[in-house]
């Protein structure tokens, strides 16, 4: 069993930097593959659309921040490509509107799940046709407090059993985005195909970030041209907000930068600290009442918090049987008795909407990932379904993809406010701002963080006990 604490040994002492010290610079605009990336922060605006008009809303909120929810690890790379193109045309002439400059950080997983180099290189592509050619792309995975760590460029995932390399891990087995290094340099060359080498990428390590400080970082990060993959350690806050101290030093000299990050990277570039998860006292703001839990994610860690949320009990369940949602003839009919039964739960306990938990794969990624999104489009209707039935006091979503299009067409959520977390520096709470559940508390809950009993915590302080 290997702890943080070895990983570090005899590298040098974190330098303590103040979230206050993170202040000014270009608005970073954070294209999110699914919603899970709000996780750590909060009063940020959120956007599920983007016209010009939702994103100049986004770019007039304080914060320094917004969130657009692309939601592309849900679609087959071509439309991921397609949509990243999408979004930036609109935010461009939003920006130019507003006069606001701007950065962009292609949010995706800490377990380095996702279309990259797909996403970036579209990217780097559609900012240079806008005048903002990309001389480094900066990929900063780190999530600590999920227990995500890089060190020596070498990424790591806590798990029972101790610190374990990402590559060895149960997220680098995925059905359409696995992968085999751990090591960030190789990671890089593996899922370009080779098109870059690991003697390609630049490697700013903790010696360089710890030792050199935020001067020598942004001295590295000056030398970039022509897109070229950087790779950050990070095993704190402290790194990454040293880390968004160079960023800004260098962007402020002429260094056109672009991002490819966990959640934790926007909470150090906008200069927030980590805030206590939201308890029972701050939740009876929105009410008391029933609530409604989607779960959709199919990892091992969810399906222990499933079981954590029966021993908490005051639940119902309601299983959608993924063979049958595949046969067209059945699925209407089973999504709306699972729907009708949930509506008339919540006016007694809770209720829980999930899919069965055996994973059905496709022949290839794509046919993987096709299967997911009629799974996860079954889930959705059924949320919608329920939601119209019985407005439930809460909602929470379990898993990356079924956050997302639960919020957009479950919900119909267009744009909305991160209000915080509600656990520590994980599970983000959105209050919807527009629309028919405006006002109604929706908890993003990534499928791959917090213990077996994180769920049952979410759910007991929606109870106010």
């Not at 939740?283 to 399906?303: C, D, E, K, M, P």
């Amino acid at each position: 069993m290997i702890h943080v604490e070895e990983l570090l040994a005899g590298l040098p002492p974190a330098r303590a930097v103040e979230p206050g010290e993170i202040t000014g610079g270009p608005h970073l605009v954070v294209l999110d593959d699914d919603p899970t990336g709000t996780q750590t922060v909060a009063d940020v605006p959120v956007l599920t659309s983007w016209s010009v008009d939702d994103l100049r809303w986004g770019l007039r909120q304080p914060g320094g921040a917004c969130f657009v929810l692309t939601n592309t690890r849900s679609l087959a790379a071509a439309d991921a490509t397609a949509r990243n193109r999408e979004v930036l045309d609109a935010l461009a002439a939003a920006a130019e509107a507003e006069g606001v400059d701007f950065v962009v950080a292609s949010r995706s997983d800490s377990t380095l799940r996702g279309h990259f180099p797909v996403e970036t290189d579209a990217l780097a592509d559609d900012l240079a046709r806008h005048g903002r050619p990309v001389d480094g792309v900066v990929v900063v995975p780190a999530f600590p407090d999920a227990g995500r760590v890089t060190v020596d460029s070498v990424h790591w995932a806590r798990t029972p059993a101790g610190m374990v390399p990402a590559g060895e891990t149960e997220f680098a087995r995925d059905a359409t985005f696995g992968y085999r290094s751990s090591n960030l340099r190789e990671w890089v060359a593996e899922k370009t195909g080779g098109r870059i080498t690991p003697d390609d990428v630049l490697a700013i390590t903790l010696t360089d970030l710890r030792g050199g400080g935020p001067q020598h970082v942004a001295e590295l990060l000056a030398g970039v041209r022509d897109r070229r993959p950087v790779v950050v350690d990070a095993a704190c806050d402290d790194d990454l907000r040293l880390l968004a101290s160079a960023l800004r030093q260098a962007e402020s000299r002429g260094t056109r930068l672009l991002y490819r990050i966990g959640p934790a990277f926007v909470r150090a570039r906008i200069g927030q600290t980590a805030s206590a998860p939201l308890d029972s006292a701050a939740l009876r703001a929105y009410g008391s009442g029933h609530g409604l839990i989607a779960v959709g994610s199919h990892v091992g860690l969810t399906t222990a918090q499933l079981a954590g949320l029966r021993e908490l009990g005051g639940v119902e369940e309601f299983e959608l049987d993924v063979p049958t949602l595949l046969d067209p003839a059945a699925r209407g009919g089973h999504i709306a008795e699972v729907s009708a039964r949930a509506a008339a739960a919540m006016q007694r306990c809770d209720a829980v909407i999930r899919t069965s938990r055996s994973l059905v794969t496709g022949a290839d990624a794509d046919d993987s990932l096709a299967i997911a999104r009629a799974v996860s489009s079954a889930l959705v209707e059924a949320v919608a379904a329920t939601v119209r039935a019985h407005r439930p006091a809460f909602v929470v979503a379990k898993g990356g993809i079924t956050s997302s299009d639960v919020a957009t067409g479950g919900l119909g959520i267009r744009r909305a406010i991160t209000r915080g977390t509600m656990l520590p520096g994980m599970v983000s709470l959105w209050e919807p701002v527009t629309g028919d559940s405006a006002g109604t508390p929706y908890v993003v809950f990534p499928g791959n963080v917090g213990d077996e009993n994180a769920l049952a915590h979410v759910v007991r302080s929606f109870r106010h006990s």
